[in-house]
């Protein structure tokens, strides 16, 4: 099974190399739009040369590496991202950028054609930018990134400027032309892979994403002389709502498919030890993989809110809504068919976070596939994942690769 033509010491290598930039002090650290970031851009645009790749950023600030196909099928587009969270890691985008340049030069170590272009995406701002919003590039290349994130600001410089200064065009549109496939190697963030020793999991599907602000306005009181019983305090209505949550987002998860619902922030007014709290906000981020389970979800809430102790009154607002996307079947099965030819174990599973392959599914049939990581840890300094298992995944969605350009 192991016996594998994607070289895991260059793969060490550049995953090292990237690692090594970061701000000083913070590992692992390069944000978009950042010093460090445009560090790692020069580095990568360097590695994509001496691959033999013909190497530019597109209008939306993604960094492209093109190797040419023999009989002008259309694109195989394969990436991720390599900017990082702040205090981050060395895996999370990093690691599908590298595994894609190491496929394009097994393919030419190994003398392989293919009949489809090859092009390796390092994708602008997967990551929430210091500007507040995410997958800059994916977006653009897909034609979805909203004309008025052009006006963010950051320190006086617009997102728009931004994006010139990594060598994008924000007046121009960025869709991709023909694209055909899209496949993106990513680690898994979660314990199911390596709970399981299972070597690959094959995503089935990226979540949606909700995200609802819920305000409980009760009356803030003197909190030693109003009595127990002649209270309306918005907190404790608000922590029992909080734990109902919890309760439903459990049930909903225990029917057989991805379900999350986290109160992520929280706040309460006035805020002092000697008053009855008279207002409470919620943030709740909730993720489904299948947009009923989310709907029932929101009507839950609403009913939810609607029985709350006198003197409590609810508001709520839907502050994002984003469906949940399919990954194509097709794609899927061809690397379940690598997967067993290389004698790797694999499941079927949902992706719980975002990805730029979302918006690359609105171009063209995509793919994910996930390696284990250690412990489930990501976004933190401890994120890890064997050199071995990323190659493996490598070696899997190159042969995946090479099957789609023989039947197309």
Known sequence: MRNLRINESRIAEDLAALAAITDPGRPWTRRAFSPRFDEGRRWLAARFQAAGLTVRTDAGGNLLGRRAGGAGLGTILVGSHSDTVPDGGRFDGV?????????????????????????????????????????????????????????????????????????????????AEDIRAFFELHIEQGVVLESGGTDLGLVTAIAGITRIEVTLTGRPDHAGTTPMGYRADALVAAAALVTDIETEATRLAQMGSHFTATVGEFSITPGAANVVPGSARLLIDARAVERPRMEGFIAWLQARMADLPAGIRADHRILSDNAPVPMDPGLISLLDQAAATLGASQILMASGAGHDAAFMARLAPAAMVFVPSLAGRSHCPEEFSEISDIALGAEVMAEAILAFDAQK
């Open 95 to 175: 690691a599908g950028v590298v595994v894609a340049l190491e496929i394009a030069r097994m393919l030419d170590e190994r003398g392989y054609r293919l009949r489809h272009d090859l092009c390796i995406a390092d994708f602008l701002a997967e990551e929430v930018s210091v500007f507040g919003v995410s997958c800059i590039g994916s977006r653009a290349m897909a034609g979805v990134r909203p004309e008025a994130w052009n006006g963010l600001e950051h320190e006086g410089r617009s997102l728009a400027q931004a994006i010139r200064d990594v060598g994008g065009n924000p007046d121009l549109g960025a869709k």
